[in-house]
Nanobody
Framework: QVQLVESGGGLVQAGGSLRLSCAAS????????MGWYRQAPGKHRELVAT???????NYADSVKGRFTISRDNARNTVSLQMNALKPEDTAVYYC????????????????WGQGTQVTVSS
């Protein structure tokens, strides 16, 4: 079993910053790609940013230059620094681990956190 727990959401004014963190727990040997996704009311869940175990990053065009994803492989954590926030960034943000190799060598695919709310006021 793998659990992802997010923290750091909240309410911020436009132009402000927030930092989201996500910690993976369980009998984890390694995690391939970790990432952040978001879902606004009435919209589909969308990719925000991903980072591979080798720290290759990928960002949605809408957040490039404003958001920075990072990870600590030893601690199985991933963070998202969000700057210059806009009202359209308002959403529930979800942490994802696409492929988790457990110490038993079993593999878990598609682990998700419970989500954390980010609200940006204009």
């Amino acid at each position: 079993q793998v659990q992802l727990v997010e923290s750091g959401g909240g309410l911020v004014q436009a132009g402000g910053s927030l930092r989201l963190s996500c910690a993976a727990s369980g009998r984890i040997f390694s995690i391939n790609t970790m990432g952040w996704y978001r879902q606004a009311p009435g919209k589909h869940r969308e990719l925000v940013a991903t980072i591979s175990s080798g720290r290759d990053t990928n960002y949605a065009d809408s957040v490039k230059g404003r958001f920075t994803i990072s990870r600590d492989n030893a601690r199985n954590t991933v963070s998202l620094q969000m700057n210059a926030l806009k009202p359209e960034d308002t959403a529930v943000y979800y942490c994802n681990a696409d492929q988790v190799i457990l110490t038993s060598r079993a593999i878990t695919y598609g682990a998700w956190g419970q989500g954390t709310q980010v609200t940006v006021s204009s």
